[in-house]
């Protein structure tokens, strides 16, 4: 703040000023300068550490004889932009707040307005697993920040090598049930890397979801997050699908966003490894507009077995990639039969007199893949599946047994 004072004596050589509290003569706040003629002069009293609020700003001048002048006295303001905070004091505790100023302190070597403090906390007697860290810190003027919160995991042992990753993109499926990668080779710093398929990336998915799991007692890790993920690909696969029908295999397949696809090859395999193109479909193209697709295979000559399939999807300049592989079992499998189709609350399985009850299962996902039903058959003559929570829509109904599986689709309304 600045002041314009006028002084009553005639030879005044030094000044001195005070906030709040005297000192004694001559032990203030110095102020030299050069009088003018009129005896007036200009201070400026800085008040960045004093507590915003209401004070008194005392002044007195010193002529050339010494003697001192009646001290002067102002009320200033302190306005709280003006007051510079000064950090003094921290401290942290763990799962528990005991209150304020008593927690475990942190050493602030150097007080300052803004810090950047790092500090060890002690972990010893915690018990195994996740915990909560928090943090706070003083001012001066004995004011608290806010209490921070940091997310911790205790380990048994400072060996502990990742050997296990999964991943996400949006639905968390469950500790040990999302796409996985192991290690063979834990990295002795616990650093790793893997790779994802492009073609595992959901449209418009831009967050990464990753946790890993140790070699000691299996423990799974906090989930860790990254934003800005892309996987551009030649097109947006919607969904991917292949049902038996007859002597032939039904595929179907739902696209989004051409802007540059060229034509999809549609390629099959008998061991899910080594595939051959069995026919080309021509790309219909359009940006933003759904597409459908289908393909019939002739599988009449086929072995029993698994039979394969995937999608080489082209864009015009020579670039692809895979889609999902998908597969169909021929076999000595009985035709299930799903009623009523559509269903609202539930719907039976009949029809499968000639398999095996005790080992088959019913599985029930929705058109993403994502499960929503797997359970095991009873000893019913018919199976009798709730589906009273399910939203409307296409769900696919899939009976597992032996090594054998036959999908069919459900509409619920």
Known sequence: MGLSLASLSQNVIQGEYFIDMDLGYGNNHPVNFTPVSDGTFQLTVPVSGFQPGYHKLYIRTRDGDGKWSLTARRNIEVLASEAKTTIVKGEYFIDTDPGFGSGTPITITTPDSLLLQNFAAIASGLSEGYHKLYGR??????????????????????????????????????????????????????????????????????????????????????????????????????????????????????????????????????????????????????????????????????NAGKVFYRLQMMDKDGKFTHSKIVYITIGNFAGMVIHPNPAHSYFIIGNYNNIDVKAANVLVRDMTGRTLISQKFSNATEQRINIAAFSKGMYLVSIITSGNVQTQKLVVE
């Open 137 to 302: 810190f003083r001012d001066y003027l004995g004011r608290w920040s806010l209490t921070f919160r940091r997310n911790m995991e205790v380990y048994k042992s400072i060996n502990t090598n990742v050997v296990k990753v999964e991943y996400f993109f949006r639905a968390d499926l469950g500790f040990g049930e999302c796409a996985s990668v192991t290690f063979a080779n834990p990295a002795a710093d616990g650093s790793f890397s893997f790779n994802i398929p492009r073609n595992s990336i959901p449209a418009s998915a831009d967050t990464l979801f990753v946790r890993v799991q140790d070699d000691i007692e299996n423990k799974w890790s906090l989930t860790q997050w990254r934003n800005g993920i892309t996987g551009t690909l030649p097109l947006t696969l919607l969904d991917f699908i292949v049902e038996k029908e007859n002597a032939n295999a039904q595929l179907s397949w739902k696209t989004e966003n051409e802007v540059n696809t060229a034509y999809f090859n549609v390629q099959r395999s008998a061991d899910g490894t080594n595939f051959i193109t069995v026919g080309t479909v021509a790309a219909k193209g359009g940006a933003g507009l759904p597409n459908d697709y289908f393909y019939r295979d002739d599988i009449a000559n086929l």
